[in-house]
């Protein structure tokens, strides 16, 4: 065995059937294919890792595509990178023959349909809507003015209430929490051990594999293996040898050196004077080692970590998604989007694999909106499975005050538990002496 080959090359293979075995060492990877494959069923041998090393002289990568003239050196050389082979010519299992190297298209669930017209409607229970307290109105503009530090206080302190009018806005809100499912292969460096291949049985459907969220109406997204769907090959990365070409001194072990651009004499400016000097990062030679490869010329493939195989398998991705669609009521010019952020009182809420839409509030509507949104949500999504469904309608307190300050009139809104502010027009407005930092 030519002990100047690589270790992948000396691992004890057989030589295939008529194939002398010198020609089976010398042979390229592609030639022959090096990585060990499984056979009958049974697990392949753990092949040895190639590991890079630091000869003592010349590089050993002897490869056809070595540079004839050492590079200038440079560290943001990107390394080799070999497209992965198109899956749809693997010997796929059943069921997977399409699976692609990246996320296909959702796909479909069983059905699963609806409630049935001959399903009973659960009671809708409704409680009062809240209110807000005109005690609270000063106050809560008082804050407001506090807040903001262009706001003087003295308006908030002496401007005139002339009216106080307390309403409600009327918040809805449904929620489909839906779960979709995508395929793809993936490969990892195959570190020998058993594989869960097809041998051990036909992998099972898609929406037949057991997958839980980690809570209710939370996006978030699951990875798993599928079951028997593993095989190793070769890896595409360097052809099952473990390595590839440095790709900084593209398989030379050394660099032109980047003090003296590969001359070996710097010029040097002393006391007046110039002359030239040995280099003092290659000793004159103009040359050094590769810092990347070590002098060997190659790097440990980073697609199997020095490997030579890859373990493939189908992964399945699950992605969990909430999907939020409201309404709101707003009778003031306040703008509505603001309701969405402040807290109120809960008059309805109801959680069911399908919700049925609200029909009997005493306000048109909102029963009209939430039909309008239930069966949207009916027929958006036919690629995922809906888990549950939660419909919350929920009262927030709005007032309105009309105010007058130094003979100018205004308004403000004071919205929310919370008792937020929403006053476009506050009359004591400093912000000319303030600095954006």
Request: aromatic letters at 10%; glycine letters at 10%; one cysteine or more.
């Amino acid at each position: 065995m030519d002990p100047n080959l690589p270790p992948t090359y000396q691992q004890p293979y057989p030589a295939p059937p008529g194939v002398p075995m010198d020609q089976h060492y010398n042979a390229a990877p592609s030639q022959v294919g090096y990585a060990p494959q499984a056979t009958n069923g049974q697990p392949p041998p753990q092949q040895q890792a190639w590991q890079q090393n630091q000869p003592k002289s010349g590089p050993c990568y002897d490869g056809s595509d070595a540079s004839d003239t050492d590079p200038e050196d440079n560290e943001q050389a990107a390394p080799v990178y070999r497209a992965p082979p198109d899956p749809t010519t693997f010997e796929a299992p059943s069921g997977y023959e399409k699976v692609g190297n990246e996320n296909g298209g959702p796909l479909p669930p069983p059905s699963n349909p609806y409630y049935s017209d001959g399903d009973q409607k659960p009671e809708e229970k409704f409680v009062g809507v809240s209110s807000m307290e005109e005690a609270k109105v000063r106050d809560a503009i008082l804050e407001f003015a506090n807040r903001k530090c262009c706001y003087g206080t003295g308006a908030a302190k002496d401007m005139s209430f002339k009216k106080i009018d307390p309403s409600g806005a009327l918040h809805y809100k449904l929620e489909t929490f839906t779960e979709m499912r995508t395929t793809c292969w993936k490969h990892e460096p195959y570190y020998g051990g058993p594989i869960d291949g097809a041998d051990r049985g036909p992998p099972p459907g898609v929406w037949d594999i057991h997958c839980e969220p980690n809570g209710l109406f939370d996006t978030h997204t699951k990875r798993l293996e599928i079951p028997h769907s593993s095989k190793v090959k070769e890896c595409h990365g360097c052809y099952g040898r473990g390595y590839n070409r440095c790709h900084r001194c593209h398989g030379r072990g050394r660099v032109r050196c980047s003090s003296c651009h590969g001359n070996g004499r710097r010029m040097v400016h002393r006391d007046g004077g110039s002359h030239y000097e040995h280099c003092f990062r290659c000793g004159g030679d103009g040359k050094c080692r590769c810092n990347t490869c070590g002098g060997d010329g190659r790097v440990t493939c980073h697609t199997c970590s020095g490997r030579c195989s890859l373990r493939w398998y189908i992964q399945l991705t699950v992605q969990y998604t909430n999907n939020p669609e409201d309404y709101i009521l707003e009778n003031t010019d306040m703008p509505d989007e603001l309701i969405r952020d402040v807290s109120g009182e809960v008059i309805f809420e109801q959680t069911l694999p399908y919700v049925w839409p609200i029909s009997q509030y005493q306000v048109a509507e909102v029963n009209a909106n939430s039909m309008r949104i239930v069966e949207k949500h009916k027929n958006s999504w036919p690629s995922c499975k809906t888990l549950q469904q939660r419909q919350v309608l929920r009262s927030v307190p709005v007032t309105e005050v009309k105010y007058d300050f130094k003979q100018k009139e205004g308004r403000f809104w004071v919205y929310g538990f919370e008792y937020e502010v929403y006053c476009p027009d506050y009359p004591h407005n400093c912000c000319w002496g303030c600095t954006i930092l």
